[in-house]
């Protein structure tokens, strides 16, 4: 099963910017379409992004369109995501997941999950 480790949180000014990495270590990385999610204290996993296998299509949940941007880079079994314009509504624990080849945005179809990593966006 593939592994996976986020990096990258911390605390920012509101509209300021961070770039969280998720590393993969075993599995074949390329064929995972891999998700970003995000859990806020007393709030329900809920859905961020999500990428295909070869970085085509990306969805986006609405409350982030247009300010977050996934990315991945097989060569490195690495997926990314830019976060600008930060919101103190976008804390939370962010988490990275993985499932095999085709995209799915429920958290109960991703397998594979990284341990999170802390945002905390302050006004």
């Known amino acids: 099963q593939v592994q996976l480790a986020e990096s990258g949180g911390g605390s920012v000014q509101a509209g300021g910017s961070l770039r969280l990495s998720c590393a993969a270590s075993?599995?074949?990385?390329?064929?995972?379409?891999m998700g970003w999610f995000r859990q806020a204290p007393g709030k329900e996993r809920e859905f961020v992004a999500v990428?295909?296998?070869?970085?085509?299509?990306?969805y986006y949940a609405g409350s982030v369109k247009g300010r977050f941007t996934i990315s991945r880079d097989n060569a490195k079994n690495t997926v990314y995501l830019q976060m600008n314009s930060l919101e103190p509504e976008d804390t939370a624990v962010y988490y990275c997941?993985?499932?095999?080849?085709?995209?799915?945005?429920?958290?109960?179809?991703?397998?594979?999950w990284g341990q999170g990593t802390q945002v905390t966006v302050s006004s």
């Open positions: 075993g599995g074949t990385f390329s064929t995972y379409a």
């Open positions: 990428i295909s296998w070869d970085g085509a299509p990306t």
């Open positions: 997941a993985a499932r095999p080849w085709i995209i799915k945005t429920l958290p109960t179809d991703f397998g594979s």
